[in-house]
């Protein structure tokens, strides 16, 4: 089969691979019919996750047919359009009854790497680096899904494949910011990165009755997009001062609740940027924290941060001042994709949380490079490539 | 390590489950409830000497250090009683050996037996 891989840093290639096969009772195997290429991704094209081989499959959002289903399984059968759970779960042990599905104890099949960087493993994913199970990706014809029956859900007739496969990932991660972030009715919410994630965090928001959401980014067209079809607040933080455009928008007393949804290699104007990019280079830390640094700042007293951007070790300048002495809560997830997938593929099927406008660029497989080369380098208005295998 | 069942169905009627059995009287093992209803603890320990100094850095390396048979023998018995299955990685395999990849490949091939569990 056709399958776009990491060949090295900023390198990308569709070549042969094999088909994947039914490894496990409860696996299942798609068709695949779109994946997206998402901005974690661009973290591994980068080498900033060094844990990558030559070869391997990029891709964890995605939704497919079922073509061949493992003998254990019971919920899906051939036929079936699904769309999956980026994170991979067993469903059984202790932290996926508590709905940390992203937490599993029993799918990262390399769980010494986590174990020695962060002290416990979380589960595996799809298409990310052999640190988190090595598992191939969702940019090919086909791919293997394990315990389908945890992380595999029917999509309704309602949506189609390019409004639907963003429930993997975006959707769900969006949703799961606003969530666990607790954000309230009436509450005022900040969003940093208008990107997919943070765009489906700002829904999310509304839904669970934000009184005011302002998403923070510096592209015109995306922050257009948050306007035109998720009608929340904009600012550009290259025009303006966010700290004090916070301030004004929350009556002085900042966000309630601030979403981080730009991650480990973000942007911001002024020396600050410089700062953290010669520190990253000289791998004195893996990761650029600007965007969370902000958020601290800006939260209100005893507000909230929820940290939505992917992040692989450590961080300098971390603001830990403000976070003790204005009592903040910090939290982060991976994505607990079953907690939410049924509930949003409703609301997706009732026109509550519109994702077609996301697609961009919708290429076939083969142009997978150039969907990476217009995506990471926010070419074209794009906002996410996805990809057709077989087109 | 803690597993999401109890303790009856870990070792009912005293017996270990299969995968540390096989170890004989090579470990020993304590089983007994986690708090907060959260399953049960297993604890084990190998008996008698580990490789150490030099000697462990040749063992782990080469795969042949006794911690990792039972830390894989761990999960395999954590992932057989919560799911019935033990999870296998992607195949076939869509990469090949090189010489930048060998140091990845090493610590895959030993990432069960390894960690911190």
């Known amino acids: 089969m056709k399958a776009l891989t990491w060949q090295g840093i900023n390198e990308l290639e569709v070549i042969d691979v094999p088909d994947p096969e039914i490894r496990n009772d409860g696996d299942v195997i798609l068709k695949v019919r779109r994946t997206v290429a998402c901005g974690s991704d661009l973290h591994l094209l980068g080498g900033y996750i060094p844990f990558m081989e030559k070869g391997d499959v990029l891709g964890h959002e995605f939704l497919g047919e079922v073509v061949e289903a493992g003998p254990a399984v019971t919920r899906h059968r051939v036929g079936d359009r699904v769309a999956v759970s980026s994170f991979i779960a067993c469903g059984k042990c202790w932290f996926c009854s508590q709905q940390l599905f992203s937490s599993c104890d029993n799918t990262n099949t390399n769980p010494a790497i986590t174990e020695a960087l962060w002290g416990q493993a979380p589960g595996g994913c799809f298409g990310y680096s052999h640190a988190l199970g090595g598992n191939a990706g969702s940019h090919a014809d086909y791919i293997r899904v394990p315990f389908a029956d945890v992380g595999a859900f029917p999509v309704p007739d309602e949506l189609t494949d390019d409004q639907a496969v963003f429930v993997s990932d975006s959707v769900a991660t969006g949703w799961m910011g606003a969530d666990l972030g607790q954000v309230r009715p009436g509450d005022v919410v900040a969003v940093w990165g208008a990107g997919a994630v943070g765009q489906m965090a700002a829904r999310a928001a509304m839904l669970l009755g934000a009184d005011r959401v302002v998403v923070i980014d510096r592209f015109d067209y995306r922050l257009r997009q948050v306007e035109q079809h998720l009608g929340c607040e904009t600012l550009d933080y290259e025009q303006t001062d966010i700290q004090a455009e916070l301030r004004e928008r929350s009556g002085g007393r900042g966000p309630d609740v601030c979403i981080e949804a730009v991650g480990m290699e973000a942007h911001s104007p002024g020396p600050q940027y410089l700062y953290d990019q010669v520190k990253q280079q000289l791998r004195l830390q893996t990761d650029r924290p600007t965007a969370v640094r902000q958020a601290i700042h800006a939260a209100r007293k005893g507000g909230s941060v929820f940290i939505l951007g992917v992040f692989a070790g450590f961080v300098d300048k971390f603001p830990l001042g403000a976070v003790v002495n204005k009592g903040l809560t910090v939290r982060g997830a991976q994505m607990h994709g079953p907690r939410y997938i049924p509930m949003l593929l409703e609301r997706m099927a009732r026109g509550e949380i519109p994702t077609a406008h996301l697609a961009t660029h919708v290429l076939p497989l083969s142009e997978g490079p150039r969907g990476y080369d217009l995506f990471k380098h926010k070419k074209d208005g794009c906002v996410r490539a996805v990809f057709v295998p077989g087109a | ?117």
Do not use: K, Y
């Not at chain 2, 409830?33 to 000697?55: F, K, N, Q």
């Not at chain 2, 462990?56 to 299955?85: C, I, M, N, W």
């Open chain 2, 1 to 117: 390590m803690t597993v999401a069942v109890p303790p009856d169905r870990v070792a009912p009627g005293g017996a270990l489950p299969e995968r540390l059995a096989a170890f004989g009287d090579r470990i020993e093992v304590q089983v007994r409830p986690a708090p907060g209803d959260r399953g049960t603890e297993i604890a084990a320990r190998l008996r008698g000497p580990v490789p150490s100094g030099a000697a462990e850095v040749v063992a782990r390396a080469s795969g042949d250090d006794p911690r990792q048979e039972l830390r894989t023998a761990l999960r395999d018995t954590r992932s057989l009683l919560e799911t019935g299955d033990v999870l296998r990685p992607s195949g076939p395999p869509t990469t090949r050996p090189t010489p930048t990849n060998a140091w990845l490949r090493l610590l895959t091939s030993r990432a069960r037996g390894e960690g911190t569990l």
